[in-house]
């Protein structure tokens, strides 16, 4: 517990002993106010430490609420299997499916749009396996649901995009940290690709200040970054394990850009080298200001 | 006694019943190993998709004549030998598919053609012998007009692809009406038939049209006389027939015969059953019609050492002509300079896992599994690229559809090992081409534009394509900094994945090759 913590808890006991019964809903405002802005949550099984990332966060029912539908968007990219690290980690969508449902979710729905074929990466990824055990609706992407949306950014005016993302009452990005060959790394941000539709790869043209306007035009309830295990070299796809470092962390936050920014240090990076962070900053998307973070951090 | 007038079915046609049952099961058992023919996401399709080929003698003997080498698997083939020896064609007659279709079209006809015999039925016995004379000296034809490679290669190219993209239209249609209740009935339809019957992606062919017409057409002779193609120029059917010739199973016509030539009426093969001198056994298909139709219930079929009917009499003529077309045909088609070293067609990638080219030709059948299995739909048949003998072999056309890295469908479904079933450590290590850069359409070399699709896509562990920081000035003069890519030649397996996804459309900025491609000794670039 830093400095910041304890002075904050303090004041919240002190506050809770001295106010009379009625004052609770001011009691409630503090405990808000000492949520942490990131959850860094180390640990085993990868299950386990997405739900204390989240609970630190207040918990799924502070984000899910009863009879909503849901969408969970994995990266589930590439034809690999879990322990190449080119797609997020299985066991962490499945908790997320699991507590969205535990919250009240009425519906749970998982997709991503594939680079490579989707029959495959859905089933070596594990992640169909997985989340379908716990009763959500693993999709294929449905090109009659690709539609053009005004996204009106500074550089991508309109783009198809999936429609399903948008009519969801709440939408949970889990992307996986992997580095990338324009935009230096792929984390939260970039793992809105996955929603685009036509030929979305003329997005690299212009990397930084496109995923800045799709993750403005799509603003995600939480972000839960699975660095369980992240590749560090022949991202994003990898293939070979002398790439994968296992760091058996998750970050989890309602701020995508603060997110990346923490993502951007699992790799020895500084938050400002990345394009699309320091973008996503400047236009206030978020905050890349790590050190003026509140940043629980846990080890289970 | 007055000619009896009878009604065609006075009696019951049990074994008619019987017959068409088992033709039933074995259509559906083929259509579903068809559809099985896809993949769900696993390596393994976990059914034996090619058993139908397996059993296909003529597939089989013409293999083992070109290759000369007895590597494939003969049991089924030898078995349905075995069956024609004793029973007769019951493979045509009741087991094989495009037979059956046959039949199934040829009830829209009214009535058989009853004309004066025709020797047209010999046709099918100069087809095989031309055909076995090729093959005996290394030319695979067989594949072209043997009735299983032709039908799943027909489905596959026109049928099935018709099929899903006129059913896609209707759901789409109602689909965009968004009518309450409808639209939701119809997208459970929809949804149910994406499970079962349709293929995943709606599949696309260079030669759909060619194909399909060809399959139509020899659909539509039933309507000039019912299975026309079986009695005149299915080479399975004649190579059957001439098994059949001393069969176990026998028919014998009792006296009490009047030839009132009911059952010349309803012999599918045109086995002139009506003379009992002239009955042409190999043209039997042992379908039983003329048993369970004769009014006077003459005929009977039964086991006996005794051969009856007419000798099969080709004409000796015909045969030597027959056998010499078979050896001019092999110099014919050899003299291509496609088979010279170094004028391969460079956009000939052939599937990973594929033999050197001549052999690979040697047992290429066309029958299309490859290429209904392919995941991508990259694989599609030739047409000239390969030779007029290499015809509806496998191509990979990258702009279409990339070799999945870590995928080994191909050559899992390959009948005759023209394409070898690799173990996903070798698929790795295969090489099918090579893929290089366009400089004057790559965006970073040639427009001073960000671009790294290429590299991002390459699926090598270590990737083939690798990127150079250089600093470049734009029009205005502004100096930037971008990543041009290179392809490693070492590395680069030729999958065409970086060509599928290239953001340069048309005429891609990166584009695979042949060269460098495993199989063969003389295509390569680099020193070994």
Redo the contacts between chains.
């Keep these: 517990m830093n400095r910041r913590d304890f002075l904050k808890s303090a004041l919240i006991t002190g506050a809770a002993l001295g106010l009379p019964a009625g004052m609770d809903p001011l009691l409630t405002v503090l405990k808000a106010a000492e949520r942490p802005d990131l959850a860094v949550v180390r640990g085993t099984p990868p299950a386990a430490i997405t739900r204390a990332a989240i609970d630190s966060l207040g918990g799924m029912k502070r984000f899910v609420s009863r009879g909503d539908v849901v969408v969970v968007k994995p990266n589930i990219g590439w ?2 299997t879990p322990e190449y690290a080119a797609n997020t980690n299985p066991e962490v969508v499945g908790a997320v499916v699991r507590l969205c449902f535990e919250a009240g979710a009425k519906q749970v729905k998982v997709f991503d749009r594939p ?6 990466t ?3 990824s594990g992640i ?1 396996a997985a989340a379908s055990a716990l009763g959500a609706s693993v999709l294929f992407t449905d090109s ?1 649901k690709f539609k053009d949306m005004r996204i009106n950014g500074s550089s991508l005016k309109s783009w198809p995009l999936y429609t399903e993302v948008f009519e969801a009452d709440k939408v949970i990005n889990i992307p996986i940290a992997k580095t ?3 935009s230096k790394l792929t984390l939260g941000m970039k793992n809105w690709m996955g929603v685009m539709g036509g ?1 979305r ?2 997005i ?4 930084d200040e496109s995923l800045v306007d799709l993750a403005t035009f799509i603003k995600p309830t939480l972000t839960i970054l699975d660095a369980v295990r992240i590749l560090t070299d ?1 991202g ?5 394990l002398a790439d994968v470092r296992r760091l058996n962390m998750v970050i989890a936050g309602t701020d995508a850009v603060a997110v990346d920014a923490f993502g951007a240090t699992l790799f020895g990076m500084k938050p400002a080298e990345l394009g699309f962070v320091r973008i996503g900053h400047q236009r206030r998307l978020g905050s890349m200001d790590l050190a003026g973070m509140n940043i629980r951090r846990i080890t289970l | 006694m007055q000619a009896p007038d009878f009604p065609a079915r006075h009696q019951s046609p049990m074994l008619k019943n019987i017959r068409r049952l088992t033709q039933a099961i074995f259509l559906l058992l083929f259509l579903w190993l068809f559809l099985s023919t896809e993949s769900r996401g696993a390596n393994e399709l976990g059914y034996p998709v090619k058993i139908f080929l397996d059993a296909d003698p003529l597939l089989t003997l013409t293999t083992i004549l070109s290759t000369r080498r007895l590597d494939n698997p003969f049991l089924l083939a030898l078995f349905v030998l075995i069956a024609t020896v004793v029973l007769g064609r019951v493979f045509c007659g009741w087991i094989c598919p495009l037979g059956t279709l046959h039949n199934m079209v040829s009830s829209l006809k009214r009535r058989n053609v009853t004309g004066k015999p025709r020797n047209l039925y010999l046709w099918k016995y100069l087809l095989l012998i031309f055909l076995l004379v090729s093959s005996a000296f290394s030319l695979q034809l067989a594949g072209i007009a043997d009735p299983l490679s032709l039908l799943i290669r027909s489905l596959t190219l026109a049928v099935y692809p018709l099929i899903q993209y006129a059913t896609v239209s209707v759901f789409d249609t109602v689909y965009a009406w968004n009518f309450p209740v409808v639209t939701d009935i119809s997208e459970f339809i929809y949804d149910l038939l994406k499970k079962t019957f349709l293929s995943f992606h709606q599949p696309h062919f260079q030669q759909s049209v060619l194909v399909g017409l060809l399959f139509f057409g020899i659909l539509a002779l039933n309507l000039a006389e019912k299975r026309f193609w079986c009695k005149y120029l299915c080479p399975l059917g004649a190579l059957l027939g001439l098994c059949s010739r001393y069969a176990l199973l026998n028919r014998s016509v009792s006296e009490s015969c009047n030839g009132c030539g009911s059952c010349s009426e309803v012999c599918p093969g045109g086995a002139l059953p009506d003379s009992r001198k002239n009955w042409r056994k190999p043209e039997c298909l042992v379908c039983m019609n003329c048993d369970d139709l004769c009014p006077r219930n003459a005929v009977r079929f039964g086991f006996s050492r005794k051969p009856s009917g007419a000798a099969l009499d080709l004409g000796k003529r015909r045969v030597i002509g027959s056998i010499v077309a078979g050896l001019v045909a092999v110099p014919l088609f050899k003299v291509s300079p496609l088979k010279k070293a170094g004028a391969a067609e460079p956009r000939l990638i052939r599937p990973p896992g594929s033999l050197e080219e001549t052999e690979f030709l040697k047992r290429c059948i066309k029958c299309g599994q490859c290429i209904k299995v392919c995941i991508t739909g990259g694989l599609q048949p030739t047409l000239l690229e390969a030779g007029l003998d290499g015809i509806w072999s496998p191509v990979l056309v990258p702009r279409i559809g990339y070799c999945e890295y870590r995928c080994t469908l191909c050559g899992q479904v390959c009948p005759t090992g023209a394409i070898r079933e690799l173990a996903l450590e070798e698929k790795a290590a295969v090489r099918i081409g090579t893929a290089m850069i366009d400089k004057g359409r790559c965006l970073p070399f040639a427009h001073a534009t960000p671009c790294i699709v290429c590299q991002e896509v390459c699926p090598t562990p270590q990737k083939a394509i690798w990127l150079e920081a250089v600093r470049v000035k734009n029009r205005t003069g502004r100096t930037m900094t971008l990543r041009q890519p290179h392809v490693d030649l070492e590395l680069c397996v030729g999958c065409g994945i970086c060509e599928a996804k290239c953001p340069v459309l048309g005429q891609p900025a990166i584009r695979a090759t042949s060269i460098g491609e495993s199989r063969s000794q003389d295509n390569q670039l680099l020193l070994p």
């Design positions: 034809d690999r680079v490579n074929d989707p029959r495959r859905y089933r070596q169909a009659r990338h060959g324009t030929w790869g003329r690299h043209q212009r990397i022949n994003p796809q990898g293939g070979n």
